[in-house]
């Protein structure tokens, strides 16, 4: 549909003018809505709608979600132009998580990027959720050099992936069954904490020490597993609440920094093992769990014993954004790479 687009055209005078690539983002494959501004890669603005509804059933209920999507995109998108000083008619293209996420979230983003971009007749294009997460390490400085290992860890995947380009990544690993940072919600859901569970474990853990030991499960390769993990907690609390009824409030910071230390101990013995595979020394994390204080300060003290360089996103980047979806946007732009009208969601990486 859309040709690929130069950026440098020539004046009535011979002289060349230099074009801004200014990107409309938008994200909704969960329950946060966010759109931002991206100017020649450059993040301008980056506004994030969170839904509160999903605290009382202890996890995202996706009919809640794609409702409140559809309250919030036009708000959300009007705030983003405004922080940016940028009008909808100056926009060079609309971008939009296309997957992985919960369907009904999906359709309100895509739906709603598919009619902006055809009544302003610009571009669309899409972006995957997952690489999104690696190319935020270059929505601003410090920004890794290919090659380079990203451990991308949400409540939905753990991956390694080994970035060659911006558009060019192969998974090393992959989780067999959940992700890590379900392991953290199911465990605060035992535990009886609010929703999401993650970053209270990790503020907990802070005020605790992982006295409990947890059986680390057994995958071979780079793959994870974490399946297992939440079954031992769910066992192990059972069995110590049955001894005493009060072990959870009398242990609850302790519980945190022992299920805490676990996970982030396999995450980054994997991580480990992957760069020396492949004798890559730029190492990062991505993701919502890349927010977790316990994982940043491993990861710096590897890196230290492993002389890496390692590279760690702003909390602002870590969770669900749409800056993220815009610089992936922006690469893709310089390729030509566009979407037709006929793009449809897709809820699972690989579909």
Known sequence: MWAK???????????????????????SSCDDTSAAIIRDGEVLSNCVANQEAHQQYGGVVPELASRAHQANIIPVVELA????????????????????????????GTTFAKAMAL??????????????????????APKPAFPFLCLTVSGG?????LVKDFLDMEILGNTID????????????????????GPIIDRLAAQGAAVFPFPEPSVAGLNFSFSGLKTAVLYFLRDQKAINPNFIPENLANICAS???????????KLRKAAHQTGIRQVAI???????SGLRNALKAMGEKEQWEVFIPAFEFCTD??????????????????????????TRSGQ
Request: glycine residues 10%; proline residues 4%; aromatic residues 8%.
């Open 321 to 346: 954004n749409a800056a993220m979806i815009g610089v992936t946007a922006y690469y893709k732009y310089l390729q030509g790479a566009f979407t037709g009208q006929d793009a449809a969601p897709y």
């Open 157 to 161: 995947h753990t991956q390694i992936v």
């Open 81 to 108: 132009l405004r922080k940016a000083g940028v009008t909808a008619k100056e926009l060079s293209a609309i971008a939009f998580t296309r997957g992985p996420g919960l369907l009904g979230s999906l359709l309100v």
């Open 259 to 269: 299920v805490q230390h676990t996970i982030v101990k396999v995450l980054l013995k």
């Open 5 to 27: 687009i130069k950026h440098v055209w020539p004046n009535s005078n011979g002289f060349q003018i230099f074009m801004s690539v200014i990107i409309l983002a938008i994200e």
């Open 178 to 197: 959940d992700a890590a940072g379900e392991a953290f919600d199911k465990t605060g859901k035992m535990l009886g904490l609010d929703y999401p569970a």
């Open 119 to 140: 009544s302003l007749n610009i571009p669309l294009i899409e972006a995957d959720h997952m690489q999104s997460h690696v190319l935020a390490h270059f929505a601003e």
């Open 286 to 292: 991505a993701g919502g769990v890349s927010a977790n």
